[in-house]
């Protein structure tokens, strides 16, 4: 059964540093993976997609990579501003579990001003 | 991109009556949609999956007649939450998978529906 962990739970940083979360799943037999951002009391928005040939993608100040093999994946996020602050969770397709998303606990991330 | 709508954003209701929930493709056609529900500061948990013009698929666990799910269009899916107490207050959230191939596709989520039973 496919399990994916986020580390760490939480974090804290001051404005302008990088961050860098981190997702590692069990299983490497996946279709993709996907990085998706919370702010409270909202839906989920997709930041990225990672296809399991990829082995990172770029948007903007974002950039995840990917490493099958070692089931890992991580998020940059570069020059973090306070509007980044947010829970960011990492989703992994895995070709056993079909269409199914396997989703990991979450890093809920404050950047202070 | 696309879209996924979800209302309504938040609703209260009396313990023991039923509450509707709906989640639309605005510009694409959804034939598979996913439920999920999501307590406080935990991620989400798969209630079910939502097949057009078929029954669902629930995970285990959870009440397929308390939880009743219609996916009679290919953009419209509906979770009602029948004859709700309050340990089924929840956040709600529903999905549909997006992209142009059988294998490489993502998800799109809806802003999700806050259920308060009093």
């Known amino acids: 059964k496919q399990e994916v962990t986020q580390i760490p739970a939480a974090l804290s940083v001051p404005e302008g540093e990088n961050l860098v979360l981190n997702c590692s799943f069990t299983d490497s037999a996946i279709y993709n993976l996907q990085w998706f951002r919370q702010d409270p009391g909202k839906g989920l928005t997709s930041l990225l997609l990672i296809q399991s040939s990829q082995r990172e993608q770029t948007s903007g100040r974002l950039n995840a990579s990917l490493d099958k093999s070692s089931g890992r994946s991580t998020l940059y996020i570069a020059a973090s501003q306070p509007g980044d602050s947010a829970t960011y969770l990492c989703a992994v397709r895995g070709r056993a579990a079909g269409n199914k998303l396997t989703f990991g606990g979450g890093t809920r991330v404050l950047v202070k001003p | 991109g696309a879209v996924v709508s979800q209302h309504p954003s938040w609703v209260i209701c009396k313990s023991g009556t039923s509450v509707k929930i709906e989640c639309r493709s605005l510009?694409?056609?959804?034939?598979?949609m996913f439920w999920y529900r999501q307590f406080p500061k935990q991620s989400l948990m798969l209630m079910a999956t939502?097949?057009?013009?078929?029954?669902?698929?629930?995970e285990q666990g959870v009440e397929k007649d308390k939880f009743l799910i219609n996916h009679a269009s290919l953009t419209l899916s509906t979770l009602t939450v029948t004859s709700a107490h309050p340990e089924d207050s929840s956040f709600y959230i529903c999905?549909?998978?997006?992209?142009?191939?059988?294998?490489?596709?993502?998800?799109?989520f809806g802003s999700g529906t806050r259920l308060t039973v009093v």
């Open positions: 999905s549909a998978r997006t992209g142009a191939t059988l294998t490489n596709y993502g998800y799109t």
């Open positions: 510009d694409f056609q959804a034939t598979t």
């Open positions: 939502s097949n057009e013009g078929s029954k669902a698929t629930y």
